[in-house]
DNA sequence: GCGAATCGATACGCTGCCGTATGGTCTCCG
DNA sequence: CGGAGACCATACGGCAGCGTATCGATTCGC
């Protein structure tokens, strides 16, 4: 498992939790290199410059998010309903708090750099569609379908910004309202 | 209008111009002074440091935001609907988006930052606590009302996430119809 | 009109980060 | 065994940002 030397891999991970921690702002490589005890000479071995590694993160993160979108949403034996409340159990609630991170250092990032705010578009593209597919079989009209997906996605982002202040059973009662009305039971 | 010298106010509003654009990281003594055509000695007139720039920030911001929530949601002959598609119009849309910006920018920063974390908290207790009057006033039971409340801003927040790629048209129906699912108009 | 307060410029040291250059230490292979 | 290549350490130059210190310049009270 430890592997006595590093590879890209292993810098891309840290480069991620960093992401995630902190920002883009925060993957810096002398950080890195700190946190996997080891000197930016490394660094610098297996990447030209820290845009490369930058430019790593992106395209993986990119194929990987669509890959899981696709896996997330085909149905093997599950109805559409039951395929909307699977995905929104992966994203919403305290699971997978690392993903939510990543999640929002990403977006924050597109905000500001266009490269980074093209893979997202291309990401959320994929997401909407698929999503609006499991709506779509559920009964609603193509364009009924998109806007539940929006707004199913507007949603698990959004509830990823919301102050949680306190009283968390108040808070998981009104996410388990808002399943009901994201996901409709009795269509259409 | 232009006022040959500068003060806190100033200093301040060019923070939030930065906090907007470029994240909490963007806002740095330097970068402001060169913006206000200044030297980084006047911010150091008007300003301890950094952090108490920053801490200006979050208090402005805190009392801003709740004057303002309060004041959207005060219906003045207004129906609890109307107020609320009043709401809705002012973040969501493309109307607004320094709000948005700074909005966005302020969550991001209260990721990191304990400080921050805890006013946004204390903003978003206020906003919610706000939005679910309104939803009572439609006749809502509490928790219901609270729900309702939790995603009417998660969606606005989230919508300012989600990448708008291309066909707007279509993202403008969208919109129009989680309008309709979000505050609705056959209550109960 | 003059001193004092207000406001800003200039110049400095320090730190953290990027990228380069060069050398050292393993390991593998012939 | 010995050379080559993979992998990392060390050391350096450069830049940007923070904060301090000191020195104008303008304005206001008296």
Redesign the interface.
Known sequence: MEAKTLNRESWLSAAFSALA???V?QVRVELLAKRLKVTKGSFYWHFRDRMELVEAMLEGWKTGRIEAIKAQTRLDGRTPAEGLRYVLSLYGGSNNPRGI?IE??M??W???DPRA?EI??????ERLRCVSDLFAGLGLDP??A???A??F???????G?????AAPD??E??????GK??VPEGVV
């Not at 997202?120 to 593209?125: I, Q």
């Not at 009662?173 to 808002?178: F, G």
């Open positions: 921690e902190g920002g702002e991170a929002l250092a977006r924050d597109a905000r500001r705010s997202v578009a291309e990401v959320d593209r364009d009924d998109f806007a539940r929006y707004l996605y507007s949603f698990i982002f959004g509830e910004l919301l102050a949680r202040s108040r808070f009662k009104a996410r388990d309202l808002c009305v994201l």
